[in-house]
C-alpha cells in the first residue's frame, strides 16, 4: 500500500514536470536537490519529505495538494 501512494506521487511529480517542460536537472537546479534524488522520487523508489515536497510544489508553481490528486 505505502509503496503505491509513493510511485504514485512520483507519477504525478513527474506528469507535473513535463506539462511545464521542465527538466530533471532544472527541477534539481530549482529545488537544491541531487537530479538522481528527483529521478528516485519519481521513479518512486524513495519516499520523500513534506518539506522537499512543499519545494517541488513551489517551483513547478502547483498547490502541494495537486501533488495528491492521482487520478491520471
Known amino acids: ?3 503505491d501512494i509513493i510511485k504514485k506521487l512520483g507519477i504525478k511529480i513527474r506528469i507535473e514536470r513535463q506539462k511545464r517542460k521542465v527538466s530533471q536537472e532544472k527541477l ?3 529545488t537544491g536537490l541531487n537530479r538522481n534524488f528527483i529521478g528516485m522520487i519519481e521513479r518512486g523508489e ?3 519529505t513534506v518539506k ?3 519545494c ?3 517551483k513547478l508553481q502547483i498547490d502541494i495538494r495537486e501533488l495528491f490528486n492521482f487520478i491520471i
Open 1 to 3: 500500500m505505502e509503496e
Open 28 to 30: 534539481a537546479e530549482l
Open 46 to 48: 524513495t519516499n520523500v
Open 52 to 54: 522537499n515536497l512543499a
Open 56 to 58: 517541488i510544489a513551489e
